[in-house]
């Protein structure tokens, strides 16, 4: 595998249940992104780690909740969801947390909430 | 913080004529502008970005301006193509904020043949 990559690709999901996604970069880089799009919604950063420390926290609702356990991994949590929380979420990395940097993006997991 | 206005959302043109998608921001801070391509079902890619400190960059067919005084940024293809047909985002990052892009709506382009 090569670039960004996230499983599951597809999940379904109730409102009590709990589930993990996950993402995995090959690049060898040092910060990576959790983003949320919805449809007829501009991407919405939620989370930011950078060499495995959380830099970003955008008033994320507490039923996500992200782990970065090396510079190449990074999960997203997910309990006790909304319908509305349903969406693609999109996994990114980037060389570095500072500016200019270009981001890598993932294909996304589309999850639905029931 | 930062707000990004996209327009149009949609932008119907024919084969071989050229496309414009403008965007707009609000904090003068700002000095980061990428632009990403997203085809139907893919991942959003980088296709041309611009620093604060130029006013216009150019690669192939695709070029972007800046007018940092108007706080607006535009994306500019010429010659479009049946496979330029695409979603396409601009973004706006400020420097004392790492790499956190504030994203716009983003635009559906259609390119006939």
């Known amino acids: 595998e090569t670039g960004v990559t996230q499983t599951p690709r597809h999940l379904v999901m109730g409102m009590t249940n709990k589930k993990s996604l996950k993402c995995e970069q090959h690049l060898g880089h040092n910060a990576m992104y959790w983003y949320k799009q919805s449809a007829k919604k501009p991407l919405e950063l939620m989370f930011v780690?950078?060499?495995?420390?959380?830099?970003e926290n955008n008033s994320v609702p507490s039923r996500f909740s992200p782990e970065c356990p090396n510079s190449s991994h990074l999960f997203l949590h997910l309990h006790t969801l909304q319908p509305e929380d349903s969406a693609l979420y999109l996994c990114?990395?980037?060389?570095?947390?500072?500016?200019?940097?270009?981001?890598?993006f993932g294909p996304g997991t589309r999850l639905t909430v029931l | 913080g930062e707000n990004v206005e996209q327009h149009p959302s949609t932008l119907s043109v024919q084969e071989g004529d050229s496309a414009v998608i403008k965007c707009t921001y609000s904090d003068s801070a700002s000095n980061y502008f990428p632009w990403y391509k997203q085809e139907l079902g893919k991942r959003p890619q980088l296709i041309i970005d611009i620093r604060s400190n130029v006013g216009e960059k150019k690669d192939q067919r695709i070029a972007v301006t800046l007018n940092k005084t108007a706080k607006h940024f535009s994306l500019h293809i010429t010659e479009t193509q049946p496979e330029d047909s695409a979603v396409y985002f601009c973004a706006a990052s400020i420097s004392n904020a790492g790499n956190m892009l504030t994203f716009g709506g983003g635009t559906r382009l259609m390119v006939k043949p």
């Open positions: 780690y950078s060499l495995e420390e959380r830099v």
């Open positions: 990114a990395s980037s060389q570095d947390w500072g500016l200019y940097n270009e981001q890598f």
